[in-house]
T-cell receptor, first 115, second 111 residues
């Protein structure tokens, strides 16, 4: 079946602009995660959704970052007033149940470049 | 707390073996191993759960030592396709949903 998909694959924006990154999880997966990956680093946790609700948003760096999952499927990560330090690959992952005994399947990521 | 992976990088010739380690300063509840090729998504390899088990996946296997708070990934008779960066993700806070990833180990397999 289809895996996790993310759009766009690349996004170039100017400092101060607003961006939205979209994630389509595997059908039927209740858990959805957003991670950020900088060059030479592992994925860094941003936020975890269980269904429609954000169960843990402790990894969001500041209040410029926000994510939604209104119908418990597709999720959008929103970044306001982008800064050059926001440049990274943003990865989305989904899992069937959300426990750590369950596999997280990653999407291909969105490479965000802030000029 | 971020797990520590070692070595940071390793270069092999096809057919050679390698071991990648993942250590935590906190008790581990689960360890997830992924391989990521440049510009691609991390690909799931295996999960090891609390209980000190060992798992195998083709010529790739892993162990989990609860007492030592570490996991090791074993790659035997390496193939060119094994090249990539290997990450361990750990649940050491007992959250039951959140993984913290190490910085990765870059494995290069040459002909």
């Amino acid at each position: 079946g289809a895996g996790v998909s993310q759009t766009p694959s690349n996004k170039v924006t100017e400092k101060g602009k607003y961006v939205e990154l979209r994630c389509d999880p595997i059908s039927g997966h209740t858990a959805l995660y957003w991670y950020r990956q900088s060059l030479g680093q592992g994925p860094e946790f941003l936020i975890y959704f269980q269904g429609t609700g954000a169960a843990d948003d402790s990894g969001l760096p500041n209040d410029r970052f926000f994510a939604v999952r209104p119908e418990g499927s597709v999720s959008t990560l929103k970044i306001q007033r982008t800064e050059r330090g926001d440049s990274a690959v943003y990865l989305c992952a989904s899992s069937l149940t959300g426990t750590t005994s369950d596999t997280q399947y990653f999407g291909p990521g969105t490479r965000l470049t802030v000029l | 707390q971020q797990p520590v992976q070692s070595p940071q990088a390793v270069i092999l010739r096809e057919g050679e073996d390698a071991v990648i380690n993942c250590s935590s300063s906190k008790a581990l509840y689960s360890v997830h191993w992924y391989r990521q090729k440049h510009g691609e998504a991390p690909v799931f390899l295996m999960i090891l759960l609390k209980g000190g088990e060992q798992k195998g996946h083709e010529k790739i296997s892993a162990s989990f030592n609860e007492k030592k708070q570490q996991s090791s990934l074993y790659l035997t008779a390496s193939q060119l396709s094994y090249s990539g960066t290997y990450f361990c993700g750990t649940d050491s806070g007992g959250s039951n949903y959140k993984l913290t990833f190490g910085k990765g180990t870059l494995l290069t397999v040459n002909p």
